[in-house]
C-alpha cells in the first residue's frame, strides 16, 4: 500500500499567468494497492457523491499513464481518496488528482520516474503547469519552458507568508474561465505583468509584505474574468488598498486568495469577513499556511 498526500495548490497569484504557483496547508490524500483484479476506487471527502469511480477517474487515468509510460502491469488495483480540496474552486483539485495518481503509481512500480519526468507527464495531461508543479514540488514555484518541454525552479517562501482563501459554493471550470481570454495583449500590458510578477517572487521569498498589495495587480487575465467572479473586481479595486494586503484570483477561480504576512491575519480576517456580509457575497474565510514539501509519499 502507498499513502501519498498532495497539497491543495494555488495558481498565478495575480500577475504570474500559467507560470506562478503556490502550494497550501490543504491536503488530499490518495491510497493505492495492487489488490484482487481490475479497478476498485473508494471515494470519500469532497466529490464523493459525483466523482467518477471506474476508468474516468482522474486520479486511475494519471496512474494508467504512468503504468503504461514504465511498461508496469499490475494485476488489479485498489484506490482510495480522502479528499479535503475543493472541486472546481480554483485550488488545485485536479492537479492534485493527477499528481497524486502518478505518484502513487511511480512508487508501485518501484520508482522509476524522477519528480521532474514527473512534472512533464502532469502538465502534459493538465494542459498547463503551474498548479501541478506546486503540488509536486512545494513552497512557490516557477514555470518555464523549454525546447525539452516545461520545467520548474521550486522556491521557499518565508516563514512569514500567510494566505486567506476565499471560498465560494459555486464551481467554475476552468475551460470556462479561460475561453474569456484575449489571444493578443499590448506590450504595455505585458510589461505591467511582468513587474509584478518579479515582485511578487521578491515580496513572498523575502517576507516583504508591503509589496503585496502592488505585487499582486494584474493585467493578462484578471480584468476579463471580472463578470465572472461576483465581487472579484471589489476585492481587487477596494479591499487589496483598504487592508494593505495582496489579493488575487485564486488560479481559474472562483476563489479569491489574500497574500498577507502572519501578523495581519486576524485583523484581516476580521475585516475580509466584514466586507463580505456587508455585499452579501457568499465566501467562506479559510486561512492558510503555505506548504513547503510538495506531495509527500508514506510507504507501509
Ligand atoms: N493558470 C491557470 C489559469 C490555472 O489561470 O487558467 C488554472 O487553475
Known amino acids: 500500500m502507498v499513502e501519498v498526500n498532495v497539497p491543495a495548490t494555488t495558481a498565478n497569484l495575480g500577475p504570474g499567468f500559467d507560470v506562478l ?24 471527502g469532497e466529490g464523493s457523491l459525483d466523482l467518477p469511480t471506474d476508468e ?3 486520479v486511475s487515468k494519471a496512474a494508467m499513464r504512468l503504468f503504461e509510460e514504465v511498461d508496469y502491469r499490475p494485476h488489479g488495483l485498489y484506490i482510495e481518496t480522502v479528499n479535503k480540496i475543493p472541486l472546481g474552486r480554483g485550488l488545485g483539485s485536479s492537479a492534485s488528482a493527477i499528481v497524486g495518481g502518478l505518484v502513487a503509481a511511480n512508487e508501485l512500480a518501484g520508482a522509476p520516474l524522477s519528480h521532474q519526468e514527473i512534472f512533464k507527464m502532469a502538465t502534459q495531461i493538465e494542459g498547463h503547469p503551474d498548479n501541478v508543479a506546486a503540488a509536486l514540488f512545494g513552497g512557490l514555484t516557477i514555470c518555464y519552458q523549454t525546447e525539452d518541454g516545461w520545467r520548474s525552479l521550486p522556491l521557499r517562501p518565508a516563514d512569514s507568508i500567510k ?9 467554475l471550470p476552468t475551460s470556462e474561465s479561460r475561453a474569456v481570454l484575449p489571444i493578443e ?37 484578471q480584468p476579463y474574468r471580472e463578470p465572472l467572479i461576483p465581487g472579484l473586481d471589489h476585492f481587487t479595486a477596494n479591499v487589496r488598498e483598504m487592508l494593505e494586503i495582496g489579493v488575487a484570483l ?13 501578523s495581519q491575519e486576524k485583523e484581516a480576517c476580521r475585516k475580509l ?10 465566501y467562506r474565510i479559510q486561512p492558510m499556511e503555505i506548504d513547503q514539501c510538495g506531495v509527500r509519499v508514506i510507504r507501509s
Open 163 to 171: 494566505a486567506i482563501v476565499l471560498i465560494p459554493d459555486e464551481q
Open 21 to 44: 504557483g503556490l502550494a497550501l496547508g490543504l491536503h488530499n490524500t490518495i491510497r493505492m494497492e495492487e489488490w484482487g483484479s481490475g479497478l476498485s476506487i473508494r471515494i470519500y
Open 250 to 262: 485564486s488560479g481559474a477561480g472562483p476563489s479569491i486568495i489574500c497574500l498577507i504576512s502572519a
Open 185 to 221: 495583449v499590448t506590450h504595455a500590458d505585458a510589461v505591467f505583468n511582468i513587474s509584478r510578477a518579479a515582485l511578487l517572487v521578491g515580496a513572498v521569498l523575502n517576507g516583504r509584505s508591503d509589496m503585496l498589495p502592488e505585487a499582486t495587480r494584474d493585467r493578462l487575465h
Open 273 to 282: 469577513k466584514g466586507f463580505i456580509d456587508e455585499r452579501q457575497l457568499n
Open 56 to 58: 474516468e477517474n482522474a
